[in-house]
């Protein structure tokens, strides 16, 4: 069973870029179909999909998120990672990585993140 972890800095301050890390367990990230993808819920808020890279390392950008969200893999390690520039208080929010397959859909657990100075 495909396993999921986040890891990054809990807290950033405004106009900083954000950098967080999903470490893939149970299979690897160019298994043939998967989508890996990163999708935050903000205080109060709904989820929120940001963008995904496919096992072929095709990317996929979210429109609302473009400009600001960068995302990458390191086959090698069997993560795919975050970066989301010029932050403000309104990106607070829990990050979770996930991994989609078909009829499979798997979730890390989240970490949160908050933007204060």
């Known amino acids: 069973q495909v396993q999921l972890q986040e890891s990054g800095p809990g807290l950033v301050k405004p106009s900083q870029t954000l950098s967080l890390t999903c470490t893939v367990s149970?299979?690897?990230?160019?298994?043939?179909?998967?989508?890996w993808s990163w999708i935050r819920q903000a205080p109060g808020k709904g989820l929120e999909w940001m963008g995904a890279?496919?096992?072929?390392?095709?990317?996929y950008d979210s429109p609302s998120l473009k400009s600001r969200t960068s995302i990458s893999r390191d086959t090698a390690k069997n993560q795919f990672t975050l970066q989301l520039s010029s932050v403000t208080p309104e990106d607070t929010a829990v990050y979770y990585c996930?991994?989609?397959?078909?009829?499979?859909?798997?979730w890390g657990q989240g970490t949160q993140v908050t933007v204060s100075s």
């Open positions: 996930n991994a989609k397959e078909g009829i499979y859909d798997y």
């Open positions: 149970g299979g690897s990230i160019t298994t043939n179909y998967y989508y």
């Open positions: 890279i496919a096992y072929s390392g095709s990317l």
